[in-house]
């Protein structure tokens, strides 16, 4: 129950962008430490990744933010 607390209203974009950053980094190491004759499609593709799980994170963290009733401007 406490780890559902921690992952906030959207679970989902949590799940989504973790595993982005997984195998982002994955792919990354892949492609800098393994002899291939193509590991620039897997550098390249690996940062690709982590960057398009950062959209997941901001959008997480932004769908997370409380806003009390009493501060919004309701007209």
Known sequence: MALLRLMGRCAALLIVALVCDAIGLLILLLGIFAPLSSWD??????????????LFWVFWYTFNIEVPS???DLG
Do not use: P, Q, T
């Open 41 to 54: 499609f897997f550098v390249y593709f690996g940062a690709l990744l982590l960057a398009v799980s950062l």
């Open 70 to 72: 009493r501060e919004l």
